[in-house]
């Protein structure tokens, strides 16, 4: 069967939970940076299995970002593309100047072998597959252009792959050495055609849905910050409020609900937190980037159905 490994800073204090949690993510990605946006408390929690050559963790953290630097750089980088695809969550992908954001029902693609950025501006619940490079060239694609790039999961071949690599990484624990290699091979192959179906692209959708990309990473960047609103948006986007509003015409939420949403979700965490039983429910609402306190127990009751101190006492 196949081995799995883990790491957690449950049982670390927190004066050891942040160094450790640094060292694990440059020990087991290469020497990659983590920044914790300045936070001195940390939860975080690794699983590592392997699938023939395609190398598989599922990452479940309190807020941060690693970065990768050409000096950070190491030989064996050269031979990994590395994918994202959030459980829960943002991943926020910056590369050779393409953002790309994605959250449940998406992955991001990006080269190891180049300096790259990954923000997780809230909590995580990610799953992270390592490919080797060499398996994707093999079979006939150029990967220049296509790093750095949400690659979908909501449609199509990409939404295969995604729940292939879903499946796949919880099925390991039960796989013999000879059925997990297998399976790696497999997901290369919907890796292939995924990309394949992506350097097709170019098409007016495709733009649309980097435009949006480049929206929900920079709401996940500042969603803390009470001054966030559809204006500022337009203006960091260099574009109208109108073509905002029809950028996101065919979601379920306007932009700006999607935002009180996802604060109110901070919020909800938060509250639940033990790390945060010493905070008022107003700090913490301020924390989430609410500016008023009478607003935000309308919107948390309205959301939940309860008013923010029953949902903290029943955690």
């Known amino acids: 069967m196949n081995t799995a490994s883990s790491l957690s800073t449950d049982g670390l204090t927190a004066r050891e939970a942040v160094p450790a949690w640094q060292e694990w993510m440059s020990t087991l990605f290469s020497g990659l940076d983590t920044d914790l946006y300045g936070d001195t408390v940390f939860e975080g929690h690794l699983q590592r299995s392997q699938a023939g050559a395609v190398v598989m963790t599922r990452l479940e953290a309190a807020r941060h970002r690693v970065m990768r630097s050409v000096q950070g750089r190491r030989s064996h ?106 399976a790696g091979e497999l997901l290369i192959d919907l890796v292939h055609l995924s990309l394949q179906e992506l350097s097709g692209g170019g098409t007016g959708v495709t733009r649309q849905q980097a435009f949006k990309d480049r929206v929900r990473a920079h709401v996940a960047a500042h969603v803390r910050d009470a001054r966030l609103c559809v204006d500022d948006i337009a203006a960091a986007m260099n574009c109208s409020r109108r073509h905002l509003y029809n950028a996101f015409a065919d979601e379920p939420l306007t932009l700006a609900a999607w935002i009180q949403q996802l604060r109110l979700e901070l919020c909800m965490r938060e509250l639940r937190e033990p790390r945060h039983a010493g905070r008022t429910i107003t700090d913490i609402a301020f924390g989430c980037g609410f500016s008023n306190s009478a607003h935000f127990s309308r919107a948390f009751r309205g959301y939940t159905g309860m008013a923010p101190s029953e949902f903290r006492g029943l955690g």
Do not use: C, F
């Not at 790259?116 to 252009?145: C, D, F, K, T």
């Open 77 to 182: 980088d050269l031979e990994h593309v590395k994918i994202v695809a959030p459980w829960q969550g943002i991943a926020a992908v910056s590369q050779q100047g393409r953002e790309a954001s994605a959250r449940s029902g998406s992955w991001v693609i990006y080269d190891t072998s180049l300096p790259y950025e990954v923000a997780n501006p809230g909590w995580s619940e990610h799953l992270i597959v390592m490919l080797p490079r060499r398996s994707l060239e093999q079979r006939g694609i150029r990967l220049e252009g296509l790093m750095g790039r949400n690659v979908g999961g909501g449609s199509g071949i990409a939404r295969v792959a995604l729940e292939t690599m879903r499946s796949t990484y919880q099925e390991l624990p039960t796989m013999a050495p000879a059925v997990a290699e297998r």
